[in-house]
């Protein structure tokens, strides 16, 4: 089972993990198991696994239904924040006034093969260029997260006004780059297949991540991303 302090220390980098239980194609595949183990789990797990991560939190609604994905986050010992349905910006906000991180790594709870290597990459470039946002391109269609700095994130809160905007955090500032410092890095050449998906979004989406996973045994830390290109 995986452990965490429930109360990070501020500072730091974050990893923020958006997930909810509703779902127009795959209602409920946040928690749906592969190998034993539900998605959320799994991608707890490999952002847990990068040595840049300092904590990773789940931000989740206030919804009903995702009273579901608190409880497996009390179950695995991870700290959650529950926030807006439709604003997640808003969630990500206000999640990041309460734990206070310096860098937030956004993933979501749907993919449960994040490229864990990616995030040293990220957040190292993003340090050393003094980058507002830093994101690796052409990885597999669900195994990258993106680093943003707290700063730039409440800065976007500010401005942003359109509902995609709300809806996805990370959109003004890619479509800003007038206003926000981007980056945009490209992976190590194994790792680049954007034609590979690794996310779970439709049923079709779970039997393949089922027969890939199934494929190889358990590691602890987490088996890398490329081997799973084989």
Do not use: W
């Not at 990616?118 to 680093?147: H, N, Q, W």
């Amino acid at each position: 089972m995986l452990k965490q302090n429930p109360e990070p220390p501020p500072g730091g980098v974050m990893a923020f993990l958006q997930g909810r239980m509703g779902s127009n194609r795959l209602p409920g595949k946040t928690l749906m198991k592969i190998q034993g183990r539900s998605i959320l789990e799994r991608a707890i797990g490999r952002l847990q696994a990068s040595p840049a991560v300092d904590a990773v939190v789940v931000l989740t609604t206030r919804k009903k239904e995702d009273d579901a994905i608190a409880a497996e986050c009390e179950r695995l010992g991870v700290p959650f924040y529950r926030g807006p349905e439709d604003d997640v910006l808003a969630r990500f906000c206000e999640a990041a006034e309460v734990f206070k991180p310096e860098i937030i790594i956004r993933a979501t709870a749907d993919n449960p093969l994040i490229e864990t290597g990616s995030m040293e990459r990220i957040v190292t470039a993003l340090r050393l260029s003094d980058m507002d946002y830093c994101v690796e391109k052409d990885l597999p269609y669900g195994a990258a997260t993106e680093a943003v700095t707290a700063t730039a994130l409440a800065r976007t809160r500010a401005v942003a006004r359109e509902p995609r905007h709300l809806e996805h955090v990370t959109l003004y500032i890619k479509e800003h780059p007038d206003e926000f410092r981007v980056l945009l890095l490209d992976p190590p050449a194994a790792l680049r297949r954007p034609d590979f998906r690794v996310t779970v979004d439709t049923p079709e989406d779970f039997a393949a991540m089922e027969r890939l996973i199934g494929r190889f045994p358990e590691t602890a830390p987490p088996r890398p991303l490329k081997d799973y290109f084989i």
